[in-house]
C-alpha cells in the first residue's frame, strides 16, 4: 500500500508529493535533501490501525497542492531514474528484480509467506483477519528493544533481582510463555535483528570451533578457561550492548536496506534510498569498528589452534600483544582465511579513519561520500547507499561474532556443549581448577 502525501519546504517552497510505502514498523522518521534549495526536509511516519500518518518535523510544511513526486519507502532503496515517476508501484519492481536475479529462492519465500484466503471468506473480512493476526504475530522491533535494553542494562550493572522482577513482569507481552533469562533475552532480540551476514558470520566461526576441538580439545579447554578467568563474557556483553544501542538510536536510518537482504539482491548504481540523514550516522561505522575489533582476539585464538599452536601464540607474536596491537590491523591475521570473509570483508579501515579524522564529505545533491586521502589510504568515493551498506555489514558480522560468544558460554554450561557433541568428556581433559569444574558441570550457571 502507497500513502501520498502533500508537503512543502519552509525555505524554497517547493512542493512535494510523498508516495511513501507502508513501513512494517509503527514509527520512523525520515529526512530528504530538498531537490531545490539542498536543505534537510524532516518528517515523521506513524502507524495506526494499517494507516499512514505524516507528521511534519524540520523545515516541512504540510499543504494541499501536489508537487514533486518523490516515491519513498522505509525498508529498501528505490532506483534513481524512477523516484520522480508517478503511478508506479516500488514493491512490485523490488519483486520483479528479485525474481530476475534469484528465482528460486524468490518463489520459495513468496511461497512460504503468501496466504490464500478461504473460499468461503469475503475479501474485506479475510483481510481483516490478516492485520489482526499480523499484530498478534508481530513484535515493533523498536518497541521490542526499549524492553530489552531495560532488561539488558540491569544485567550489565549486576542488579539480577530488578532485572527478573521486570522480566517477569513484561515477557509475556513479547510473546514468551515461560520467563526467559537475560541471556536467552538478549540473544533472541539480536536473533531477531540478525541478517543472513549474521548467520554466516556466526556458521563460520562455528566451523572454526568444531576444527579446533579436532584438531586439539585440551588447547581449547585452555581457550575456555581463558574466557571464564577474564570474565570475557560479561566484556563482550556491556560491548555488544553498547553497539546494538547505537543501532537502535539510528534504527530508522539503517533498516533500510532490509528487503535488499532478504531477498538476497545485489546493490547495483544508480540507486537511492527515502532518508539520506547522513549526519546522523556518520560516526556509525567507526564506532561499531573500534568495538568489534575488541572481540576479534576470540576468533583468532581458534584460528592458532586449527594451525596447531597454542591458543595465545599467532604466527610471531602472544596474543596479549596482539590485543594491544592496532586496530586496524587485526583483521590481517584472519584474512588469511577465506572462509571468514564473513567476519573480514566488512572490516575497512578507510571508512573508520576518515569518519573519525574530519576526511569525509558528503555531497547533498548527488549523495556521495568522498573519503579523503590520510597518511595510510588513499582517496575514494561512496554512494549514500553503499555506505549505509558497510555500516550494516560490519554490524552484523558483530552480531555473528557476539552470538558464537553467546553460544560459548551456553557450552560451557553444558558440560562443553560442542565437545561432548564431538566425543570429548570433561574427564578427558585437564582443567586443574575444582571451582571452575563445578560450574562448567553444573548444567544452569548464572553468568
Avoid at 304 to 322: A, C, M, P, W
Wanted: aromatic share 12%.
Amino acid at each position: 500500500m502507497i500513502n501520498r502525501n502533500f508537503v512543502r519546504c519552509k525555505v524554497c517552497s517547493q512542493s512535494y508529493t510523498l508516495r511513501i510505502y507502508v513501513t512494517s514498523l509503527n514509527e520512523v522518521r525520515h529526512s530528504f535533501f530538498c531537490y531545490s534549495c539542498a536543505q534537510p526536509i524532516s518528517y515523521r511516519i506513524t502507524k495506526r490501525a494499517g494507516k499512514l500518518f505524516l507528521r511534519c518535523e524540520n523545515n516541512c510544511a504540510k499543504t494541499r497542492h501536489e508537487g514533486m513526486v518523490v516515491n519513498i519507502s522505509t525498508e529498501f532503496p528505490i532506483e534513481r531514474d524512477i523516484v520522480h515517476t508517478d503511478k508506479i508501484f516500488p514493491w512490485l519492481l523490488l519483486m520483479q528484480k528479485a525474481m530476475e536475479q534469484n528465482p528460486t529462492q524468490t518463489k520459495e519465500w513468496v511461497e512460504q509467506n503468501a496466504r490464500v484466503p478461504p473460499a468461503s471468506a469475503k475479501p474485506k473480512d479475510f483481510l481483516q483477519q490478516e492485520v489482526e493476526e499480523a499484530t498478534r504475530r508481530r513484535v515493533d522491533l523498536k518497541d521490542h528493544w526499549k524492553f530489552v535494553d531495560t532488561a539488558w542494562s540491569l544485567y550489565n550493572d549486576g542488579k539480577g533481582d530488578e532485572c527478573f522482577q521486570y522480566i517477569e513482569k513484561n515477557f509475556k507481552k513479547l510473546g514468551y510463555e515461560n520467563h526467559p533469562h537475560p541471556r536467552e533475552l538478549i540473544g533472541d532480540f539480536l536473533k531477531s535483528i540478525g541478517q543472513k551476514h549474521a548467520a554466516a558470520a556466526y556458521t563460520a566461526t562455528l566451523d572454526l570451533w568444531a576444527d579446533a576441538w579436532k584438531k586439539n580439545p585440551q588447547e581449547c579447554a585452555n581457550l575456555i578457561m581463558y574466557f571464564y578467568k577474564r570474565d570475557e563474557f560479561t566484556r563482550t556483553l556491556a560491548l555488544m550492548h553498547n553497539v546494538c544501542s547505537n543501532y537502535m538510536l539510528h534504527f530508522d536510518e539503517l533498516m533500510q536496506l532490509q528487503w535488499f537482504y532478504l531477498l538476497n539482491l545485489q546493490l547495483t548504481d544508480g540507486l537511492i534510498l527515502g532518508s539520506n540523514n547522513f549526519e546522523s550516522v556518520r560516526g556509525f561505522y567507526g564506532d561499531t569498528f573500534e568495538r568489534y575489533s575488541e572481540l576479534l582476539y576470540m576468533p583468532t585464538a581458534i584460528k592458532n589452534i586449527v594451525e596447531g599452536r597454542s591458543f595465545d601464540q599467532l604466527k610471531h607474536i602472544d596474543l596479549e600483544t596482539y590485543s594491544k596491537s592496532e586496530k586496524a590491523r587485526r583483521i590481517e591475521n584472519l584474512k588469511e582465511l577465506p572462509r571468514l570473509d564473513h567476519l573480514t570483508s566488512p572490516f575497512d579501515p578507510s571508512i573508520r579513519n576518515a569518519t573519525h579524522h574530519a576526511r569525509i564529505e558528503f555531497d547533498k545533491k548527488a549523495l556521495l561520500i568522498a573519503l579523503k586521502k590520510g597518511t595510510k589510504s588513499k582517496e575514494r568515493g561512496l554512494t549514500y547507499v553503499q555506505y549505509i551498506d558497510h555500516c550494516n555489514r560490519l554490524f552484523q558480522a558483530y552480531v555473528g561474532l557476539f552470538l558464537f560468544c553467546h553460544e560459548f558460554i551456553h557450552g560451557l554450561e553444558n558440560s562443553f556443549g560442542l565437545a561432548h557433541s564431538l566425543g570429548v568428556s570433561l574427564g578427558e581433559l585437564k582443567i586443574n581448577d575444582p571451582e571452575f569444574e563445578l560450574w562448567a558441570n553444573r548444567g544452569q550457571a548464572d553468568t
